[in-house]
């Protein structure tokens, strides 16, 4: 398993640009995808993104479509989520963790360990 430690939030303006960062340690960090979620005040944890073992495959929710861009670093142990024109609704602590696709549900899982988050709070 992997233990996930994120880094690089913060305070921005709407409009602006966050880069996260997840460095995971663990020699297996290239056998499993990675994904992103994130949890606002009051509301439950909701996925981001995803990306796949070799970094070929990456996957998004609708709301942050063509906004964010998850990538990874194999050689690294990291994962990366490039957040471009940011939203008041983006405001949320963000998580990384290994990830499962569960075809019963329709959703992607996280599982194993979970790093401490990073706030991102965007201002209007």
């Known amino acids: 398993q992997v233990q996930p430690v994120e880094s690089g939030g913060g305070l921005v303006q709407a409009g602006g640009f966050l880069r996260l960062s997840c460095a995971a340690s663990?020699?297996?960090?290239?056998?499993?995808?990675m994904g992103w979620f994130r949890q606002a005040p009051g509301k439950e944890r909701e996925f981001v993104a995803a990306?796949?073992?070799?970094?070929?495959?990456?996957y998004y929710a609708d709301s942050v479509k063509d906004r964010f861009t998850i990538s990874r670093d194999n050689a690294k142990n990291t994962v990366y989520l490039q957040m471009n024109s940011l939203k008041p609704e983006d405001t949320a602590v963000y998580y990384c963790?290994?990830?499962?696709?569960?075809?019963?549900?329709?959703?992607?899982?996280?599982?194993?360990?979970w790093g401490q988050g990073t706030q991102v709070t965007v201002s209007s």
């Open positions: 990306i796949g073992r070799s970094g070929a495959s990456t």
């Open positions: 663990g020699r297996t960090f290239s056998s499993y995808g």
């Open positions: 963790a290994a990830v499962r696709w569960d075809s019963s549900g329709g959703n992607w899982i996280g599982f194993g360990s």
